[in-house]
């Protein structure tokens, strides 16, 4: 049985968007309003991706929000006389003109053709309240995705708007830009914004949803870079399509999770949202490759990955090897990985992803060929993380920064991560006898933690623990903490160096010759600030 067709994708028709517009907003139809309605109860199932409690809570509804997302997000079939109702100025007929309700048949009921859904978020220029067009979700329609569905706002999306970073440049590049949502964000903080994707279903959703949030931004069909060659910009972020995918055939899985011999094998498994079609992990490797040609002096690429770990080597290998000609060609890189699974918890979480379960025909099948085509490879492991590209604004040595860092702490991770950028930046361009003149500052979120043993006075081990950004727990030694805890921006590192090797008679080449190093990591990870 073949996978469940897809609708048309939306249509940005700009007579009838102004009444969409004018209705979603007399219908209070935003994210707090929705809370408001379903209750604690029933939102946190919908995270849960339970929707039971919340058709609950909203069934019966008249209020026009209520009735709104019942329809457009949660699946729910309507009156025609309910949407009439819940749309005044764009009506039925409308609403089907621009391809997002299935007009009804006499005495039958209306039905969604794709998700309209609130969205809220506050990033370093403050609140945001738009409205983001995706396909249905398995949620809504209890069927497995199509390999050409368009997601929504899902965890990935919101993690890549959460660490980029937001100043004001001319000019961004959202590659991969599936629906379109790095490209709304960019568009608060850049004059020009450029969007690409290989979908052209995807490109037809994020203009319809640039349009109706009044929001400009250059849309171009194609495969990763290709669209934009020979163009630069100061920031390009990417959530590309970085799950690893076998390329050998099993059967896709049909509306209900059932293998379809209808199929193509060579398009098992594949997503266009979220899979590049090529083997293992190497889509990111090209990127990364063709990637430094399009990024200006100063700027700043942001991206997500996953990468595979095997057992004889680090987990950075890949990075490593993928980001070596951007170093060679003088950028900075740094790969921070926040996660790392087993091949069989790969496979089972991506498979829940397209909407196969355990229960299905289709699951055990496609575990296999999952885990048969990891063990080709000799995959222990996958991480996922971020991966980041400077082009410092003067020629400079490449430099890679890989670290393991699960935690996050309070305050804007975007901040955190763009200082800790010019933080590097800045140190490579420094020597040491220019860095020991510096006279930092601990950061203010920074906190000293002693370990010891009961009883006892000396401390077993002393860690500067960060409260903001990736709350970092670093070791240092008794004289490092007493450098870190005199740098109040009044005296040199020299100086204080000094003064610390003065009160425990130790030799002071040594001492700088240990602790330079340790000091330059503490600024680049913000611990000290200049």
Request: charged letters at 25%; one cysteine or more; glycine letters at 10%.
């Amino acid at each position: 049985m073949p996978a469940r067709l897809l609708p048309p994708a939306p249509r940005a028709l700009p007579h009838l968007l102004p009444a969409l517009r004018a209705d979603l907003l007399a219908a209070d139809y935003t994210v707090p309003r929705i809370e408001q309605l379903l209750g604690p109860v029933a939102a946190r199932a919908l995270q849960r991706e339970d929707p039971a409690p919340a058709r609950r809570a909203l069934a019966g509804a008249t209020d026009p929000c209520a009735v709104l997302y019942s329809l457009l997000t949660l699946g729910g079939h309507h009156s025609e006389a309910e949407v009439a109702a819940a749309l005044p100025h764009l009506g039925v007929d409308g609403a089907a003109q621009l391809g997002l309700l299935e007009a009804a048949r006499p005495g039958g009921a209306v039905r969604a053709l794709v998700d309209l859904s609130p969205y809220s978020a506050t990033d370093d220029l403050g609140e945001i309240r738009w409205w983001i067009a995706s396909d249905l979700s398995e949620l809504a329609t209890g069927a497995p995705l199509h390999p050409e569905h368009v997601l929504g706002v899902g965890g990935a999306s919101l993690t890549l708007a959460r660490l980029t970073p937001r100043v004001g440049v001319d000019s961004v590049l959202d590659l991969g830009c599936g629906g379109g949502i790095q490209a709304l964000h960019a568009s608060r903080h850049a004059r020009r914004v450029v969007a690409t994707d290989v979908s052209a279903r995807a490109l037809a959703f994020a203009a319809f949803t640039a349009a109706l949030n009044g929001i400009e931004i250059e849309l171009r069909e194609g495969s990763l870079l290709e669209p934009v060659a020979g163009e630069d910009f100061d920031l390009i972020v990417s959530n590309p399509p970085f799950v690893i995918t076998p390329r050998t055939g099993a059967p896709r899985p049909g509306p209900r999770g059932e293998a379809s011999a209808e199929a193509s094998p060579a398009e098992a498994e594949t997503f266009t949202y979220r899979d590049g079609g090529r083997d293992g992990d190497t889509l990111l490797a090209a990127l990364l490759r063709d990637l430094p040609a399009h990024l200006r002096p100063g700027g700043t690429a942001v991206m997500l990955g996953n990468w595979e770990i095997s057992p004889e080597e680090g987990w950075e290998a890949h990075p490593r090897i993928w980001t070596a000609p951007a170093r060679e060609q003088g950028l900075h890189a740094w790969v921070i990985q926040r996660e790392r699974t087993d091949p069989a918890e790969y496979a089972a979480t991506w498979a829940r992803d397209g909407g196969v379960t355990p229960r299905d025909a289709a699951w055990e099948p496609m575990i296999t060929r999952w885990l048969e085509d990891f063990a080709s490879r000799d995959v222990e492991g996958i991480g996922f993380g971020y991966l980041m590209l400077r082009r410092p604004e003067r020629p400079a040595a490449g430099r890679l920064v890989a670290e393991e860092e699960t935690g996050t702490g309070s305050g804007t991770l975007a901040e955190h991560l763009r200082a800790s950028l010019d933080a590097l930046e800045q140190l490579e361009a420094m020597d040491d006898a220019s860095f020991l003149a510096l006279r930092p500052s601990r950061a203010a979120d920074v906190v000293e933690r002693r370990h010891l043993t009961p009883g006892e006075w000396d401390p077993m081990l002393i860690e500067l623990v960060q409260g903001g950004g990736l709350a970092r727990a670093v070791p240092v030694s008794t004289s490092l903490a007493a450098t870190v805890g005199a740098c109040d921006g009044t005296l040199s590192l020299e100086q204080i160096i000094a003064a610390v090797c003065a009160l425990t008679d130790a030799d002071p080449a040594e001492v700088r010759a240990e602790e330079v190093p340790r000091l330059r990591e503490l600024v680049r990870q913000g611990v000290l600030q200049l």
